[in-house]
């Protein structure tokens, strides 16, 4: 099922976010025992602060987060364009998730090796059950990925017209792109449409034409979970070429 929500402002967006995700955690730990979240980059982690704050540092069962990561970019975790380091900063160290449950990508000789060894860690945390598995194909049944549109169109590092975007075997994979200034690694199709829950944010005016766009030329057009749900979170600029009528509208 796909829905979307348009907000007023970014700050009223951040705080529908915040609700959402705790929600689906307290659904994932009841029904598993652990939630299973991967991070984008971007905007991300700034539209997810109200986490920090009551009441949701104290009412989530942040013991049983084991955070993930969409997308990164294959420089050091302390590069101030890590997505790591971003999350870190702005999240993970405000609350009392467990370091060991913080599944960082670590940079190897290659982006190819290091797309190879976050995908063999992402397969130890399968075998184990600490994330679920797909119900139609080998992929991991992450209980939230979170992505950002971006003014490309394109979401996680799944660019525009890029070969990853028929990958159909690996989970993650490495890309390099003349439009972004670092190869990363990222999930991949697959396993992005195999999650229980998508959620993709769109916030400012130059978010406004990918979103709008239903010519399925960009990335975040292929987003289709087989098995869950994706939601979009979308300010009032972001959705300002659409018609509102025929979408779902929040208050909150």
Excluded at 112 to 131: D, G, K, M, P, W
Excluded at 182 to 190: G, K, M, N, Q
Excluded at 200 to 215: C, E, L, R, Y
């Amino acid at each position: 099922m796909e829905r979307v929500r348009i907000f007023e402002s970014e700050e009223e967006l951040s705080t529908g976010l915040a609700d959402y995700v705790a929600q689906l955690s307290e659904a994932a730990v009841k029904e598993r025992g652990n939630f299973a979240i991967a991070l984008s980059g971007g905007c991300l982690i700034k539209l997810m602060r109200k986490l920090t704050k009551g009441p949701y540092v104290k009412t989530v069962d942040w013991s049983k987060w084991h955070v993930f990561w969409a997308e990164e970019k294959v420089v050091a975790k302390k590069h101030p364009d890590s997505n790591y380091k971003q999350a870190k900063e702005g999240l993970l160290s405000k609350v009392p998730i467990l370091p060991a449950h913080v599944i960082s990508i670590n940079r190897c000789a290659s982006a190819e090796s290091t797309a190879e060894e976050y995908e063999f860690r992402i397969r130890q945390l399968v075998r184990n059950r600490t994330v679920d598995v797909s119900r139609s194909r080998d992929c991991p049944r992450f209980d939230l990925i979170l992505l950002v549109l971006e003014s490309d169109g394109h979401v996680a590092s799944l660019f525009p017209n890029h070969p990853v975007l028929a990958e159909e075997t690996q989970w993650v994979t490495w890309v390099s792109d003349s439009s972004a200034p670092y190869e990363s690694v990222t999930l991949t199709l697959p396993v992005i449409n195999s999650a229980a829950n998508v959620t993709i944010v769109a916030t400012g005016s130059v978010k406004a034409q990918p979103f709008a766009s239903a010519t399925g030329a960009h990335p975040a057009q292929l987003v289709s979970p087989e098995h869950g749900d994706l939601v979009w979170f979308v300010d009032g600029p972001a959705a300002s070429l659409i018609g509102r009528s025929d979408i779902e509208r929040s208050d909150s």
